[in-house]
């Protein structure tokens, strides 16, 4: 029997959880990151088979819970190649074929499936669904799937991992979000972090984040693996960092880091001077709309000595960015970032002294 479910694949009362993954043993994003919380030691497992070679298309990676309740298989099923590939309809139909030895040989009674190649895969549900139907439908089990629906909510997803440890960068982290929801009065959003933390970097805390011209800004992916680690622990609503930007959670604060945070920003008084300069330029910008703008501005007049020159220079790079920023981002609006950067010191040196 087939049947489709909506919710968390995670929590479905089968024998065997399908997850997708890639063969070189990352689990970074969507349902196999959600895998990788929920069951650490099934992750290492296929980190180390990926690192042998072990997990290839056409191949089940099966990794025995020990659990006695709840699922007794997690059946990893190579859906891409590299992390950064798309999924191919010949490795889906290769899989299904191993999928269904796997499942007659340990007597799966149940089994649970993600949309398989759909999402980061890029493939079309209406093609894969078809598939799963023909080498699933014939076998004398339950068949759970779940079609192509966006990540449970955040507080929703299984997390089995240890807390990670309090560290210098994490406390900044935690502790400019705190600061920040202080002035808001609200939980910010993944693209205030973003540009709260670009500030930091800039306002000299090594944080070691890679920003990058960005879609919204300045952007480091290197931050949203940091949140990644966080989730769950020290904040919730980044989830599985699948979710759209217009889709996407405000990231609250928990209460477990709140000690060790504000023991290791009292106890450095730069970076506590960091966090209040970083406050000081951002304040009347406090809005996804107005830091992204705020950090543009910043990043172009760091990038081009001519922007931080002159505000119009500065208008003129922002709005050829990407024509989402020309339409978003009005010349007077600009112009009033640069002059509040240039009045508090954070335009580059040769520009204000020349």
């Known amino acids: 029997m087939i049947r489709e479910a909506e919710g968390n694949l995670l929590t479905a009362d089968v024998d065997a959880l399908v997850n997708t993954v890639n063969t070189v043993g990352v689990m970074g994003k969507g349902i196999a990151l959600q895998f990788k919380r929920a069951y650490p030691e099934m992750y290492k497992a296929y980190a180390r088979a990926a690192k042998a070679g072990e997990v290839v298309p056409g191949r089940m990676f099966v990794w025995h819970t020990e659990a006695m309740s709840g699922p007794s298989l997690i059946i ?71 079609p192509p629906k966006g990540a449970p909510r955040a507080a929703a997803m299984v997390e089995n991992r240890q807390k990670p440890k309090m560290t210098p960068g994490r406390a900044a982290l935690l502790g400019i979000m705190s600061r920040y ?32 011209k960005g879609r919204y800004g300045p952007y480091a992916d290197n931050l949203r693996h940091v949140l990644t680690e966080l989730e769950g622990h020290y904040i919730s609503g980044f989830g599985d960092g699948s979710a759209k930007v217009g889709e996407a959670e405000p990231l609250e604060l928990l209460d477990d880091g709140g000690d060790e945070t504000r023991q290791i920003v009292m106890s450095s008084d730069i970076l506590s001077e960091r966090l209040n300069r970083v406050l000081r330029v951002v304040s009347g910008y406090e809005s996804a709309y107005g830091l992204e703008l705020l950090a543009s501005v910043h990043w172009v007049a760091e990038h081009d000595d001519r922007a931080a020159e002159s505000p119009e220079i500065a208008t003129e790079l922002v709005s050829s960015w990407t024509p989402r920023k020309s339409r978003l981002f009005t010349p007077e609006h600009v112009r009033r970032a640069w002059e509040t950067l240039r009045e508090q010191d954070w335009l580059p040196r040769i520009a204000i002294h020349n």
């Not at 202080?182 to 070691?208: C, D, H, N, W």
Request: aromatic fraction near 6%; charged fraction near 20%; hydrophobic fraction near 40%.
């Open 76 to 146: 990893n099923f190579p859906t891409k190649r590299h992390w950064r590939s798309p999924s191919r309809l010949e490795d889906i139909r290769d899989g299904l074929r191993a999928l269904v030895h796997v499942v007659s040989e340990a007597g799966v009674e149940s089994i649970a499936l993600p949309p398989l190649g759909c999402g980061n895969g890029g493939l079309q549900w209406s093609e894969v669904r078809p598939l799963i139907v023909q080498a699933l439908g014939g076998l004398p089990i339950e068949v759970v799937l779940y």
């Open 181 to 212: 929801r202080e002035v808001t009065l609200e939980a910010p959003s993944v693209i205030e972090v973003q540009k709260l933390m670009y500030f930091l970097q800039e306002a000299g805390q090594p944080l070691r984040l890679n920003y990058v």
